[in-house]
C-alpha cells in the first residue's frame, strides 16, 4: 500500500528534460531549419546562394568602399563610391534651394518628422493635435516660401529635393483627406445625381495612371485658366495629386462607412438627428477610426507616387540624384546613388508600415 | 386621406427631404455645370488665342517620328494614329509578359512566406517589405542604369547561361530556328486543351452519376505534354538553333530583347511580386486550419485537400485584390516614359510634344487606360459572380 503514495508524490519524480536536441539552438535549428529532407535542402540551397551573394556585397558596400574622396580615387577603388552622396548630399537632399537658406527646408523637415512622431501616440489624438497640425503646416509653408518674419522669400521653382518630396506627399494627404471624404458621403448618398457624379469621378481617376494626371497638370491645367493668371508648376502637380489620392481615400472610408452598423443610423435618425448631425457626430468619427490603417497606407503610396513628377520635371529627391549622375565628374555611380535613395524611401515606407500594422492590432 | 393631404400641403418645401433631395441635386448640378462652362470656356478663349486647331484631325499626318521597338511594321513615314496603335501593342505586350511573370513569382514568394522553414519564410518576407517599399519608378531607373552603367560592352557580354548573353545592348538569347513543325505543335498544343477541357467536364458527370473518380490531372498532363511532343516527332523533331552572335558592335541572330524592355519588365514584375505575395499568403492564411483537418480527416490525400478544400476558398479571396494588381501593373507600365521604352503613353507624349494637340493627347491617354480598367472589372464581376458562395 505504500508503494502508490510514493509514485503519486510529485516530490519523488524528477522531471526529465527533453532531449538535448529538442531544445536550445540545437532544437531550434531542427525544427525550424532541417524537418524533413526536403526543408533541409532548401536550407542549405538558400544558405548556399546567401554565401556567394552576402559577402561581396559587404566587401562592395563597407570594406572596399570610399566615402569622401574625389571622384577620380573612386574610379580605381574596387569598393562602393559613396562620395558621390557626401560629395553632393546637400544638393541631392534640398536642390537648388538657396545654399546659405537650407535651415530652412530642414527645420521644415524637423518639424514635420517631430508633428508626425508626436501622432504616433493614440492618446495624443486629440483637437489640440488637430491645431498643432494645422499651424506646423502652416509654419512649414512659411519657412519654405518666406516673404514674412523677415524671412527672404523663395521662390517655388527653387524647391526640390527630400523637402519637396515631403510637402507634396503630406499635402496631398491633408487636402484630399476632406474631399475624399465628401466623394465617400457622395457614393453612399440616396440622391442619384449626387450619387452618380461621385462614382463617375473616383472611378474615372482610379482607372487611369498618376502619369496622365501630372501631364494634365503639366499641359492642359494652364489652358482651363483665364488669361494672365498662371499657376506654378508644383502648386499643379500637386493639385492633381490631391485629385488623385481623394479618390483613393474615397474608397478607403467607404469601406469604413460600410462597417458602421445600420443600427447606428437608425439610432442617430430616431434621436432626431439631421444629415450633417448624423454624419459629424455619430458615424464619421467611428468611420475615420477604423480607416486610419489603410489611410496609412495610403500615405505610403502617395509618399511613392510623388516620385512620378520627376516625369513632368520637377526636381523632387529622385531628379536631384539623377542631376548630379548626369555630371561628368560622377556619371557613373548610379548604383551607389540609388542605393542611397532606395535607403531613403525604405527606412520612411518602413516605419509608416510597421506603425500601420501595429495600429491595426491595437484598434 | 383628405388628412394625409392636408398633413403634406402644410410641410413647407425645406423640410420635406424628397423635395429637399431634389434641391440639392439641382444646386449641386448647377454647381459642376457652371465650373465645367467656366473651364471650357477658358480652354477655348486660350486655344483661339494660341491658334490651336481642335479635334483629332492630326491622327492622320505624318508622324514623322521613329519608334524603338514595335510588334507591327511602322516606320516614320506612318500616320501618328499607326504610332500610338504600336504604342498600344507594346503596352500591352509589356503588361501580358509582364503579368505572367508576377503571377508565377508572386505565388512562389507566396508559398514561401508560408515555409515551415525559417530562413526561406525570412528571406520572402525581406524580399516582400524591401520591393513593396521602393518606389517603382526609382526601381525602373534603377533597373536600366544597371544596363547602361554596369553591364559591359557586347564584345565583353556576361554570359549567365551558355547561349544567353547580356550586356549594355540588351539581353540576347538562342531561339529556335523556324520550322513549319512548330505551328503544329501550337495547333496541337491547343487541341490537347480542349480535349482536356472536355475531359474535365465529362469526368464530372461521370463523377456525379456514378461517383467513380477519373484521374483527370494525370491523363490531361498527359494530353498536353504528349500530343505536341508526338507532333514535333512526326514533323522531323527540328533541333536548329538560331543563336546569338557577335557581328561588329552588337549581337545578331536569336532574339534579342531591348535594354529599356528588359529593365521596364524586371521593375514592374519584382514591385508588383511583392504585392501578389502578400495576397496569395494572406489568401492561403484565411482558410482556416479546421478545413484541412477536416479535410484529412475526411481521408483525402494532401493534393486532394489542396485542390477541392484549400484553393477553391482561397482562390475566392486571392483573385479580386489580384486583378487590381495586374490593373495596378498595366497602369505602372505607363512609367516606361521614364526610361524610354515606347508604350502608349511615352508614344502620346511625343505626339503632344511634336503637334501641341494637348487635350487630345491626355485624353486618348485616359480612354485607353479606362477600357483597360472597363475591361478588368468586367472580367472581374463575372468571376465573382462565377465563384459566388452558393448558400443554401
Redesign the interface.
Known amino acids: 500500500m505504500t508503494q502508490p503514495s510514493n509514485l503519486s508524490s510529485p516530490a519523488q519524480i524528477d522531471d526529465i528534460r527533453p532531449p538535448l536536441t529538442s531544445i536550445g539552438v540545437i532544437g531550434w535549428i531542427k525544427s525550424?531549419?532541417f524537418?524533413g529532407l526536403f526543408?533541409s535542402v532548401?536550407?542549405l540551397v538558400?544558405?548556399f546562394f546567401l554565401c556567394k551573394i552576402v559577402p561581396p556585397l559587404i566587401r562592395w558596400i563597407f570594406i572596399d568602399s570610399l566615402w569622401s574622396s574625389t571622384s577620380t580615387e573612386c574610379r580605381s577603388a574596387s569598393g562602393a563610391c559613396w562620395s558621390i552622396i557626401s560629395a553632393n548630399y546637400r544638393f541631392i537632399l534640398f536642390g537648388f534651394f538657396p545654399y546659405e537658406l537650407q535651415w530652412r527646408p530642414l527645420s521644415a523637415m524637423i518639424l514635420l518628422i517631430g508633428l508626425l512622431l508626436i501622432s504616433r501616440h493614440r492618446r495624443m489624438w486629440s483637437k489640440t493635435l488637430f491645431y498643432a497640425w494645422t499651424a506646423g503646416l502652416f509654419f512649414m509653408a512659411v519657412l519654405m516660401k518666406g516673404g514674412i518674419f523677415g524671412l527672404a522669400p523663395v521662390e517655388s521653382t527653387q524647391w526640390g529635393g527630400l523637402p519637396l518630396t515631403f510637402l507634396l506627399a503630406v499635402f496631398g494627404l491633408a487636402a484630399a483627406y476632406p474631399l475624399g471624404v465628401l466623394l465617400a458621403l457622395g457614393r453612399r448618398s440616396?440622391?442619384?445625381?449626387?450619387k452618380l457624379?461621385s462614382i463617375i469621378y473616383i472611378e474615372?481617376i482610379?482607372?487611369?495612371?498618376?502619369?496622365?494626371l501630372l501631364?494634365?497638370s503639366a499641359?492642359?491645367f494652364?489652358?482651363?485658366?483665364?488669361?494672365g493668371l498662371t499657376i506654378n508648376k508644383i502648386l499643379r502637380a500637386q493639385a492633381a495629386i490631391i485629385m488623385f489620392t481623394a479618390a483613393y481615400i474615397a474608397e478607403v472610408v467607404r469601406g469604413g462607412l460600410q462597417g458602421i452598423a445600420k443600427g447606428q443610423y437608425e439610432a442617430a435618425e430616431s434621436l432626431g438627428l439631421n444629415y450633417v448631425q448624423t454624419m459629424r457626430l455619430i458615424i464619421l468619427p467611428q468611420a475615420l477610426k477604423i480607416v486610419i490603417p489603410p489611410s496609412v497606407s495610403i500615405l505610403?503610396s502617395a509618399f511613392?507616387?510623388t516620385?512620378?513628377v520627376?516625369?513632368i520635371g520637377l526636381y523632387d529627391i529622385?531628379k536631384t540624384t539623377?542631376t548630379t549622375?548626369a555630371n561628368p565628374s560622377w556619371m557613373?555611380f548610379?548604383?551607389e546613388a540609388?542605393f542611397f535613395?532606395?535607403c531613403i524611401?525604405?527606412v520612411c515606407?518602413?516605419t509608416m508600415?510597421n506603425y500601420s500594422r501595429k495600429l491595426e492590432k491595437e484598434l | 386621406m383628405s388628412s394625409t393631404k392636408q398633413t403634406e400641403n402644410s410641410i413647407p418645401f425645406w423640410q420635406d427631404p424628397s423635395r429637399r433631395a431634389i434641391v440639392y441635386q439641382l444646386a449641386t448640378l448647377a454647381v459642376v455645370g457652371f465650373i465645367a462652362y467656366y473651364l471650357f470656356s477658358n480652354t477655348v478663349t486660350n486655344l483661339q488665342r494660341q491658334s490651336i486647331a481642335t479635334g483629332f484631325h492630326f491622327l492622320e499626318k505624318e508622324a514623322s517620328f521613329e519608334v524603338g521597338e514595335s510588334l507591327i511594321r511602322y516606320s516614320a513615314a506612318d500616320s501618328y494614329a499607326r504610332a500610338l496603335l504600336v504604342g498600344i501593342l507594346n503596352t500591352i505586350k509589356v503588361a501580358f509578359v509582364g503579368i505572367v511573370l508576377t503571377v508565377v513569382l508572386g505565388t512562389f514568394v507566396g508559398i514561401a512566406r508560408l515555409s515551415s522553414n525559417w530562413l526561406v519564410s525570412r528571406m520572402a518576407a525581406a524580399y516582400i517589405e524591401f520591393f513593396q517599399d521602393i518606389p517603382i519608378l526609382l526601381q525602373l531607373i534603377f533597373w536600366y542604369a544597371v544596363f547602361y552603367d554596369s553591364l559591359p560592352a557586347p564584345r565583353n557580354a556576361l554570359e549567365p547561361f551558355p547561349g544567353m548573353f547580356l550586356c549594355n545592348r540588351g539581353l540576347a538569347f538562342g531561339v529556335p530556328e523556324p520550322h513549319p513543325a512548330y505551328g503544329y505543335v501550337a495547333v496541337a498544343f491547343l487541341a490537347g486543351c480542349l480535349c482536356v477541357y472536355f475531359l474535365r467536364k465529362w469526368a464530372r458527370i461521370r463523377q456525379d452519376r456514378t461517383g467513380l473518380a477519373f484521374p483527370v490531372f494525370s491523363t490531361g498532363s498527359a494530353v498536353l505534354l504528349g500530343f505536341p511532343l508526338i507532333t514535333w516527332f512526326v514533323f522531323g523533331a527540328p533541333t536548329a538553333m538560331n543563336m546569338p552572335r557577335l557581328s561588329g558592335f552588337n549581337f545578331t541572330g536569336g532574339l534579342t530583347v531591348s535594354p529599356e524592355f528588359t529593365a521596364l519588365l524586371l521593375g514592374l514584375v519584382l514591385y508588383t511580386a511583392a504585392f501578389v505575395a502578400e495576397i496569395v499568403r494572406s489568401g492561403i492564411q484565411a482558410v482556416s486550419k479546421g478545413q484541412t483537418e477536416a479535410a484529412m480527416s475526411l481521408g483525402l490525400k494532401p493534393w486532394q485537400t489542396l485542390n477541392l478544400v484549400i484553393l477553391p476558398q482561397s482562390l475566392r479571396i486571392i483573385v479580386p485584390p489580384l486583378t487590381s494588381q495586374m490593373l495596378n501593373l498595366t497602369k505602372n507600365s505607363s512609367l516606361a516614359v521614364a526610361i524610354g521604352f515606347p508604350d502608349f503613353v511615352s508614344v502620346a507624349n511625343t505626339t503632344i510634344n511634336q503637334t501641341g494637340q494637348a487635350i487630345e493627347g491626355v485624353a486618348l491617354i485616359m480612354v485607353v487606360y479606362l477600357i483597360f480598367s472597363l475591361v478588368t472589372s468586367a472580367f472581374m464581376n463575372w468571376y465573382n459572380k462565377k465563384i459566388a458562395l452558393i448558400e443554401r
Not at chain 1, 494652364?222 to 488669361?227: I, S
Open positions: 525550424n531549419l524537418n526543408n532548401l536550407t538558400t544558405f440616396r440622391m442619384p445625381a449626387i457624379l474615372m482610379r482607372g487611369v495612371p498618376l502619369v496622365s501631364f494634365m499641359v492642359i494652364p489652358l482651363f485658366l483665364p488669361e505610403i511613392k507616387d516620385s512620378l520627376v516625369i529622385l539623377q549622375l557613373g548610379s548604383r540609388f535613395l532606395s524611401y525604405f515606407c518602413y508600415s
